[in-house]
């Protein structure tokens, strides 16, 4: 489905014939969108610094989360904060084709693109009062989060974990393939220029980049530098380029993807198994403390569904030929039964590379100051924050394996988007490919109960609070308990000096964003459902003369954009500006709705056209309109039939609306009538043969003969293959 389709055509909320079932759906689709539209004006406004987020907050905004305490200037980048809000609001307004939406995410993206380093990555927050305040943040409340060792030392680089760098540009991808808006190119060039010179030359990430090697812990190594599938580092920024080159068609993308998916095969054991890092020496190694130098059954899982994937991309069956190894390892080292608390897991977290038995992690101490991990074969006392055990479902990878080894070379990569082939899917890439980070929200069947619930959740101030958020300990200086206890060993949290997340049990009230994107993303998908049975849609945006719905079309005159605080629209003079473009949006549709968000100027020509489309069988449409001497217009709404030469012209003089404001205007073709619409509501209806509309073009604020010239400005021009009533207007 293209973005394109995914944008809800907005209809009118007056058509008699609609039954009553239809009308209440409506109802609650405009309650939806009404509820998305509160909670973000409530978010953005009263909750977001500079346009970004952190995950949790007070409900007075004393004291802010995100995956550790935030000062007030900071914003999150990692899943939940600021580059998630950023692509939930983006979906948004690729349904509801609400432009509030997509201006909250241009903010989210200025916020990524203050936030960039020099080099083009990410950290995994922002600080907005600079490395002055960042350094004194790592110095204390990072420093003292025990279990949280990658905050506890300040790189000043950035960081491919948590999906951090690879999403944020993923983000900024999508910002620019939305309007392909020049301003975001700068920013995107840099973050895929970070993403292909930190990759190792055989095809290896590492975990942050530019390579640091100045924090060693406890005897260990600085693994920042080491090749990472922790995370899925090396898999996102794979995706990652396969959607740039999707997109943006570079082949200078190929040989980085290649070299990233041969990587898989490098380092992958003589067992079949994986780590989820490894040296410089490759071989397999620990991280932080509590993850051991060991194979890790979950990647080695993980990665043999990757190697699938894989050969349906490339065809070649080295992919294929170690994934029984893989299995077959798996299998062997699979949890004693007295070990899987009866069948909650089948698996180590972490198994010898030597005699492949099970590791497993615990911790002594209360602080980061004095405490300490360790690993030996005991299942028991386990860490809370790494349980030490997985569950994994072997049998859906032996039979996807046999289902996809099965294919031919030819069959497994019929569809990959990096074997040459012409691009035959609707409309262009830029606008066929959805690049959300959350798959779900495109497919996930809603009921009505969930979207009630979700609507009626909303508080007074248009909050969606929730209780039992994660919070920690207010910073109060480097731990002083040294005793080697066992009262922390399986808890979130040491004691009071440990700046560790935890979950808060209590009554307290917190304003979450990761619960705003998920009910906006609920909301979402059920307003996309209701929306499928209309899935062709069109919407321009009219903010530049020289590109207007993904054409250049044929500029009559010199009309000229102009800005009214966030918004956009074009200009025309009424004597010899016009728009002409080479293809009616609406052809091949047997119903259809046109609407044109417009401001007629008061002292125009008196009957000026400003759409205008014909086809090569002359069927013919305009919406015009008809000045009178006192600054008022009515509407005329024609369509003729080419091959019966029959027009019908919808028009009533006594229906007078005020010059220089704003008005939406819609004309309507359900199949059998014809309807006009101004502002919502129905002024004329008319019985009507129609049939579909061919190749052709279409004009905007003048005829197609260069006739009946339009003053005034044009904002939005939508389409919509449905008549269906829609909320916005």
């Known amino acids: 489905m293209t973005a394109t389709s995914r944008i809800k055509c907005i209809a009118l909320l007056a058509i008699g014939y609609c039954n009553v079932v239809f009308a209440q759906q409506s109802t609650l689709s405009q309650q939806a969108e009404q509820a998305m539209l509160k909670a973000t004006r409530f978010m953005s406004e009263n909750v977001s610094t500079n346009g970004g987020y952190v995950w949790y907050y007070l409900p007075d905004l004393s004291r802010r989360w995100g995956e550790m305490e935030a000062y007030k200037t900071m914003i999150w980048v990692q899943d939940g904060g600021t580059v998630s809000v950023g692509h939930m609001l983006l979906d948004a307004y690729e349904t509801t084709g609400n432009e509030y939406f997509y201006q909250q995410a241009e903010r989210a993206g200025a916020a990524m693109i203050w936030g960039q380093s020099n080099e083009g990555g990410w950290n995994y927050l922002i600080d907005f009062a600079g490395d002055r305040s960042l350094k004194k943040w790592y110095a204390t409340i990072g420093k003292n989060a025990w279990r949280l060792e990658e905050f506890q030392h300040y790189y000043g680089n950035s960081t491919y974990d948590d999906d951090v760098t690879s999403d944020a540009a993923r983000f900024l991808l999508r910002l620019y393939l939305q309007k392909l808006d020049p301003r975001y190119k700068p920013a995107l060039d840099k973050a895929i220029d970070f993403v292909l010179k930190s990759q190792y030359p055989n095809g290896g990430w590492p975990q942050r980049y530019p390579l640091k090697h100045d924090f060693n812990k406890a005897g260990h190594p600085d ?355 016009g728009l002409v473009l080479p293809e009616i949006p609406l052809a091949g549709w047997s119903h259809f709705t046109i609407e044109v968000l417009f401001k007629p100027d008061s002292d125009g020509p008196v009957a000026p056209r400003f759409v205008h489309f014909e086809d090569s069988s002359l069927n013919r449409g305009t919406l015009e309109l008809r000045l009178t001497k006192d600054k008022q217009w009515y509407l005329d709404g024609f369509l003729k039939n080419g091959k019966t030469k029959k027009g019908i012209t919808l028009i009533d003089s006594t229906k007078l609306h005020p010059a220089d404001s704003w008005h939406r205007v819609a004309l309507v073709y359900d199949g059998k009538k014809m309807y006009t619409f101004i502002d919502g509501k129905k002024e004329g209806e008319s019985d009507m043969d129609f049939p579909l509309v061919t190749k052709g073009n279409i004009s905007l604020g003048v005829r197609l003969n260069k006739k009946d010239w339009f003053k005034g400005q044009i904002r939005e021009v939508r389409f919509c293959n449905s008549v269906k009533p829609l909320a916005g207007i």
């Open 223 to 577: 693994y920042s530098s080491f090749y990472t599938f922790n995370d899925d580092v090396i898999w996102e920024n794979v995706l990652f380029l396969i959607q740039c080159y999707e997109t943006l068609g570079d082949s200078r993308f190929l040989e980085p993807i290649y070299k990233g998916m041969n990587f898989y095969l490098l380092v992958q054991g003589k067992n079949g198994a994986w780590g989820q890092q490894y040296n410089m020496n490759m071989q397999v190694a620990g991280a932080r403390t509590y993850e051991p130098a060991g194979y890790v059954p979950r990647y080695t899982f993980n990665n043999c569904l990757l190697l699938l994937k894989f050969y349906q991309y490339t065809g070649d069956r080295k992919f294929l030929a170690h994934i029984p190894d893989a299995i077959k390892w798996l299998e062997k080292v699979r949890l004693p039964e007295r070990m899987t608390q009866n069948g909650k897991y089948t698996h180590p977290l972490f198994v010898d590379p030597v005699t492949d038995k099970p590791m497993f992690v615990h911790r002594k101490g209360s602080n980061v100051i004095y405490g300490y991990y360790y690993k030996d074969t005991s299942d028991a006392n386990l860490l809370s924050h790494m349980p030490g055990k997985s569950n994994l479902d072997l049998q859906h990878l032996k039979t996807e394996y046999a289902k996809i080894s099965a294919l031919s070379p030819k069959e497994a990569s019929q569809h990959s988007p990096l074997i040459p082939a012409p691009f035959d899917a609707t409309g262009t890439p830029q606008a066929f490919y959805h690049l959300s980070r959350v798959e779900h929200a495109e497919n996930e069947a809603v009921s009505e109960t969930r979207v009630k619930a979700i609507i009626d959740g909303l508080d007074s101030q248009n909050r969606w609070l929730v209780k039992h958020a994660m919070k920690s300990n207010p910073y109060a200086g480097d731990g002083e308990r040294k005793e080697a206890t066992d009262a922390y060993a399986s808890t979130n949290v040491g004691d009071t000096t440990d700046t560790s997340p935890y979950r808060d049990l209590s009554d307290q009230e917190y304003i979450s964003t990761p619960e705003y994107i998920r009910n906006m993303q609920v909301l979402i998908s059920y307003l996309r459902s209701n929306n499928k049975a209309s899935d062709k849609n069109v919407i321009w945006h009219l903010n530049d003369p020289k590109q207007v719905g993904g054409f250049n079309p044929v500029v009559l005159g010199d009309p000229i954009t102009k800005v009214e605080g966030n918004d956009s629209s074009i200009y025309f003079n009424g004597i010899t500006d």
